[in-house]
């Protein structure tokens, strides 16, 4: 199985900075695409970021210029820092990754179970 650990979200003024981390860990062989995504009360669950395993990047368009999002293949972790926060940025935040847990075996999708980010003076 496989276990994705979010951290780093918390309260924060308008304005302000945080730095997500998300951790994978358990039976991974590789892994593909890691992204982080966001939810709002009442609203459905968007992608805000997400990184290949070669670097490539993709952001929502809300985002861009202010978000950033990296990775460490050696820890198997992602990162989104995110600065000029809003409070419309406010929202559980979540990590997601695709998986192959072994030589020949398909991606699987795997959530974290999600950091709660919010922006409010």
């Known amino acids: 199985q496989v276990q994705l650990v979010e951290s780093g979200g918390g309260l924060v003024q308008p304005g302000g900075s945080l730095r997500l981390s998300c951790a994978a860990s358990?039976?991974?062989?590789?892994?593909?695409?890691m992204g982080w995504y966001r939810q709002a009360p009442g609203k459905q669950r968007d992608l805000v970021a997400a990184?290949?395993?070669?670097?490539?990047?993709n952001y929502a368009d809300s985002v861009k210029g202010r978000f950033t999002i990296s990775r460490d293949n050696a820890k198997n972790t992602v990162y989104l820092q995110m600065n000029s926060l809003k409070p419309e940025d406010t929202a559980v935040y979540y990590c997601?990754?695709?998986?192959?847990?072994?030589?020949?075996?398909?991606?699987?999708?795997?959530w974290g179970q999600g950091t709660q980010v919010t922006v409010s003076s």
């Open positions: 997601n990754a695709d998986v192959q847990t072994g030589w020949g075996t398909f991606l699987n999708g795997y």
């Open positions: 990184i290949t395993r070669g670097g490539s990047t």
């Open positions: 358990g039976s991974i062989f590789s892994i593909d695409t």
